[in-house]
Nanobody
Framework: QVQLVESGGGLVQPGGSLRLSCAAS????????MGWYRQAPGKERELVAT???????NYADSVKGRFTISRDNTKNTVYLQMNSLKSEDTAVYYC??????????WGQGTQVTVSS
């Protein structure tokens, strides 16, 4: 049974930083492509960043230069370092695990609120 548990969300002032973590279990983590998505109130869920099993990385244009995705296969964990946060980054952030063309698995989400 796949389980993805996000942590690290919270309230931060504009310009601040947060580091999200997603701990995976029930999968051979190193084989999975991992990603972070977010959903703001009233909006569609959108891609933030992905990292493949080979380490290839992709970012949404809105976060390039501010966010960094990484993974630690020894800890079955994917991270999202978020710097220079803006109010528009406020959303629920979800972890995603995908193997090939199979339907992805999702975590329960963690709230990130950027506000003064």
């Amino acid at each position: 049974q796949v389980q993805l548990v996000e942590s690290g969300g919270g309230l931060v002032q504009p310009g601040g930083s947060l580091r999200l973590s997603c701990a995976a279990s029930g999968i051979i983590f190193r084989l999975y492509n991992m990603g972070w998505y977010r959903q703001a109130p009233g909006k569609e869920r959108e891609l933030v960043a992905t990292i493949t099993s080979a380490g290839n990385i992709n970012y949404a244009d809105s976060v390039k230069g501010r966010f960094t995705i990484s993974r630690d296969n020894t800890k079955n964990t994917v991270y999202l370092q978020m710097n220079s946060l803006k109010s528009e980054d406020t959303a629920v952030y979800y972890c995603n695990a995908r193997l090939g063309l199979r339907n992805p698995d999702w975590g329960q989400g963690t709230q990130v609120t950027v506000s003064s």
